[in-house]
């Protein structure tokens, strides 16, 4: 089997069947983001525990590729501080700008998705869960500032 056709497996897989599917009871943060140009929606919720992501949980309405993505990250984010969180999705969402970079060593199983930034008009739905936890980052930042006043 060739490399693209076991990404794109792996990309099915996970669309068909996600990975941390809905949305989790008493989140410590979430955020919802939305593709008009695809009709992706999505709500993402994080458990914390100790400044640290404990559970993930996403609900897609949306495109395959967007269920994928989104299955892949909520794999990888739980364990992680949010500092980590957050240089992750800064690293995934800054590959698709640039034309040839290396792929970091924590980032090798978002290669399926890595590879779709040749199709210009996916990005958006490759990225929109990142976009998502970029939401859930910033509101955690503005209620510490905010408790912190």
């Given amino acids: 089997m060739q490399t693209k056709e076991i990404y794109r497996s792996v990309i099915l897989d996970h669309a068909r069947h996600p990975r941390n599917r809905g949305i989790l009871e008493q989140p410590d943060l979430e955020a919802s983001a939305n593709n008009p140009l695809c009709g992706d ?3 993402l919720t994080l458990c914390l525990e100790r400044d640290k992501i404990s559970r993930c949980g996403a609900q897609v309405r949306g495109c395959s590729i967007c269920q994928a993505s989104a299955s892949m990250m909520s794999e990888k984010l739980p364990g992680r501080s949010l500092q980590e969180a957050s240089r992750l999705s800064k690293a995934f969402q800054f590959s698709f700008k ?12 978002l290669m399926p998705l890595l590879l779709l930034k040749s199709h210009r008009s996916r990005i958006k739905c490759v990225t929109l ?7 859930c980052l910033a509101t ?10």
């Fill in 41 to 43: 929606e999505l709500m």
């Fill in 98 to 109: 640039q034309k040839e970079s290396e792929i970091p060593r924590e980032m090798e199983d």
């Fill in 129 to 135: 869960p990142w976009v998502a936890l970029d939401g």
């Fill in 140 to 149: 955690y930042k503005d209620d510490t500032s905010n408790s912190e006043s």
